[in-house]
């Protein structure tokens, strides 16, 4: 009874990880082009900064950090909790004020992403050994 209930809180966990990292990296995302190809549009090439590329990257690196939690969840942790902490390094340096409420925003979601995978991947591991038994250790 127990080894199930485990199982399906696993399953929740993780898979509202996957739904709000992609919902998160997908907004984000067209944000980001529909800004630049506004910009492009009106101003030219010359407005896409450094700082715009290196956000699209960060971007794309969460998305596919969240397709590649349906494969590979580790990898995919250590993706979005890079990409988090990653968020808060550039809005460090390119953010006017309120840098905090900044990350809230945009880098939160991924740390909350990479926290839901985990604790779906430790409570199946924990499914795993009661399942298994205890036999020393």
């Known amino acids: 009874m127990m080894d199930n209930r485990l199982a399906k809180s ?3 966990f993780r898979l509202a990880g996957r739904i709000i990292g992609l919902i998160v990296a997908v907004f984000i995302l067209i944000f980001l082009i529909g800004e630049s190809t506004s910009d ?3 101003e030219g090439w010359e407005t896409i900064t450094a700082s715009g590329i ?11 950090g969240c397709i590649l939690s349906w494969w590979k969840e580790k990898l995919a942790m250590a993706l979005l909790l890079l990409v988090s902490i990653g968020l ?6 390119s953010a006017g004020r309120n840098h905090f409420l900044a990350w809230l925003m945009v880098g939160l979601p ?3 992403t990479a ?12 499914g795993e050994i009661e399942k298994g038994g205890s036999n020393g250790s």
Request: no cysteine; hydrophobic share 70%.
């Open 115 to 126: 926290a839901l995978l985990a604790t779906g991947w430790w409570l199946e591991r924990k």
């Open 54 to 64: 290196l956000l699209g990257v960060l971007m794309l690196t969460a998305l596919a």
């Open 88 to 93: 808060g390094i550039h809005i460090a340096f």
């Open 110 to 112: 991924f740390l909350i």
């Open 10 to 12: 696993a399953r929740a």
């Open 40 to 42: 492009i549009a009106g």
